[in-house]
Antibody, heavy 117, light 107 residues
Framework: QVQLQESGPGLVKPSETLSLTCTVS????????WSWIRQPAGKGLEWIGR???????NYNPSLKSRVTMSVDTSKNQFSLKLSSVTAADTAVYYC???????????WGQGTLVTVSS | VIWMTQSPSLLSASTGDRVTISCRMS??????LAWYQQKPGKAPELLIY???TLQSGVPSRFSGSGSGTDFTLTISCLQSEDFATYYC?????????FGQGTKVEIK
């Protein structure tokens, strides 16, 4: 059974960079697309972007200037960096899996990131 | 960007009721639509993909229909475990987008 687990700091200061890692277990990271999705408290879901195991990416235009994703197939991990954060970036961040043109079939449990000084 | 209008935002129902949730797209997406269920403090779970295909393990009381711009999620006989928030999501184009969500609460 594929499992995804997010990890990273739960508190980030304004203007700094949010960094999260998702570790995939129970299956290979290869040949799948790996996404980051976030959800502010009490609100809906926002897709941040995705990365393929080759390193190719698609980002949400609303966040593209601040987002960088990377993948480490040797560790079965992929990562998100979001720069110049503000309080509006406070949310639960999920990692999720899909194939090319498909929905998200496996999700991590989510990790809360708060942006505050 | 494909905008999605999901309705209603809140639905009050009783166990055993038949409920319907609508999702309308700002442009046609063929059948590239999924439905998710999310319970408090949990990640969303995939219920339906390709507009009408049930994900493995999902009870048959859930069904989806539609294509193009108008889609529907139906729960034929609401069970206690179905009280949750439901989201539609399109995977036809980038950026992937979600509906605003429909909370199904106990009447």
């Amino acid at each position: 059974q594929v499992q995804l687990q997010e990890s990273g700091p739960g508190l980030v200061k304004p203007s700094e960079t949010l960094s999260l890692t998702c570790t995939v277990s129970g299956g290979s990271i290869s040949s799948y697309y790996w996404s980051w999705i976030r959800q502010p408290a009490g609100k809906g879901l926002e897709w941040i972007g995705r990365i393929y195991t080759s390193g190719s990416t698609n980002y949400n235009p609303s966040l593209k200037s601040r987002v960088t994703m990377s993948v480490d197939t040797s560790k079965n991990q992929f990562s998100l960096k979001l720069s110049s954060v503000t309080a509006a970036d406070t949310a639960v961040y999920y990692c999720a899996r899909s194939i090319a043109v498909a929905p998200f079939d496996y999700w991590g449990q989510g990790t809360l990131v708060t942006v505050s000084s | 960007v494909i905008w999605m209008t999901q309705s209603p935002s809140l639905l009050s129902a009783s166990t055993g009721d038949r409920v319907t949730i609508s999702c309308r797209m700002s442009q046609g997406i063929s059948s590239y639509l999924a439905w998710y269920q999310q319970k408090p403090g949990k990640a969303p779970e995939l219920l339906i993909y390709a507009a009408s295909t049930l994900q493995s393990g999902v009870p048959s009381r859930f069904s989806g229909s539609g294509s193009g711009t108008d889609f529907t999620l139906t729960i034929s006989c609401l069970q206690s475990e179905d009280f949750a928030t439901y989201y539609c999501q399109q995977y036809y184009s980038f950026p992937r987008t979600f509906g605003q969500g429909t909370k199904v609460e106990i009447k």
